[in-house]
């Protein structure tokens, strides 16, 4: 199908971008990766569409000690070559195919905000940021979305109409941390049916310190899990992984759709999560 009409716009710079966005009820264009398969399904169909690929300054990817900032039009392939976040790196290898990552951004993912989307994931366990800018009275107004308030609900983030998402920051992982991302796929590339992102810090007894999982496609939003206390001070290999998975499993709500039972991802949910989590730790274990 075509996606129904709308008013093609290309800013230049910013300023444009932000004047545009504050007038017209219009949809950001970035990798266009979710946002034409949805106007070609006519899921959505926006009056104008603002395409902000050829706004300078917005693709750089800058790694400091304290994490990463991905610009708006970094590719989730640049991203994942750089390889400036170990999590990042797991997570990008599992989304969608390689032509896909060539295009699609990883801000425009975050943006998308789709349930079972893996980026998403990773900002929330590493307890990242947005930010977004908007035309505000005499300038630019800018605000930081931490991810616990970014998500809201199915292909539903913070970002407002009039909103620009500039860029995320994913943070560092603390010395002595090991991360992960388990999923199962009915194909590689595809969406996955349950997937979970770990990260495990270990103390200088190389015991659990902490223990963090993100979950994907078992709520309306990345699930974000503690099981720190569950694990304990205890080297990875006594865990009482039973208990650990079963505190996964009570913090999600699987839905029935027709990929897969309820019940199934709930399974799912508390496999990978152990996965995840004993490969994460095995990561921090390891001398770097
Ligand atoms: C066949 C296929 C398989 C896929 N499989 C997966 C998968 O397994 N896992 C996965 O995570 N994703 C998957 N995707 C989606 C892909 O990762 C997209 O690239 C991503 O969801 C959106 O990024 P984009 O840059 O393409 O955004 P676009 O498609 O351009 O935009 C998506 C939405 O975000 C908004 N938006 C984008 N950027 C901004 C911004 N800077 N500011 C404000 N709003 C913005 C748009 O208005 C739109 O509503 C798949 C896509 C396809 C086509």
Redesign the pocket.
Same mark, same amino acid.
């Given at each position: 199908m075509k996606p129904p009409p709308f008013t093609y716009h290309a800013p230049r710079d910013l300023d444009e971008a932000l004047d545009l966005l504050a007038e017209v009820d219009g949809? $950001? &264009? /970035?990798?266009?990766? =979710? &946002?034409? %398969?949805?106007l070609n399904m006519r899921l959505?169909a %926006?009056a104008h569409? !603002?395409d !902000?690929n050829r706004l300078p300054g +917005?693709s750089g990817i800058e790694a400091g000690p304290e994490g990463v900032t991905v610009g708006?039009?970094a590719?989730?392939a640049e991203v994942a070559r750089a390889g400036v976040h170990p999590l990042l790196g797991q /997570?990008l290898r +599992? $989304?969608? *195919?390689p032509v896909?990552?060539n295009?699609?951004? $990883? !801000?425009? =993912? +975050? !943006? *998308?905000?789709?349930p079972?989307? #893996? +980026? %998403?994931a990773v900002l929330a366990v590493l307890g990242g940021s947005v930010r977004?800018a908007r035309r505000a009275p005499g300038g630019t107004g800018v605000r930081q979305v931490a991810a616990d308030a970014f998500f809201a609900g199915p292909?539903e =983030?913070a970002?407002e109409p009039g #909103?620009?998402? $500039?860029s995320a920051f994913f943070p560092a992982l603390p010395p002595r941390s090991g991360s992960a991302f388990e999923e199962v /796929?009915r194909r590689h590339?595809?969406?996955?049916l349950a997937g979970v992102c770990a990260v495990v810090t270990l103390d200088e007894d190389l015991h659990v310190a902490a223990a963090r999982v993100a979950c994907v496609g078992v709520g309306p939003v990345p699930v974000v899990a503690d099981v720190s206390e569950v694990c304990g001070r205890r080297p990875a290999a006594t865990v009482p992984w039973e208990a650990v998975t079963e505190a996964v499993r009570r913090a999600v709500e699987p839905e029935d759709d027709i990929h897969a039972s309820a019940a199934y991802r709930l399974h799912l949910v508390g496999v990978l999560a152990e996965r995840a989590l004993r490969e994460a730790a095995a990561r921090a274990a390891a001398p770097p």
């Open positions: 949809k $950001v &264009l /970035a990798g266009g990766q =979710s &946002l034409i %398969p949805l959505a %926006p569409v !603002v !902000v +917005l708006a039009l590719r989730q /997570a +599992l $989304v969608a *195919h896909i990552r295009r699609g951004t $990883v !801000v425009g =993912s +975050l !943006v *998308h905000a789709d079972a989307a #893996e +980026l %998403p977004l292909l =983030s970002a #909103e620009l998402a $500039v /796929a590339g595809d969406y996955a």
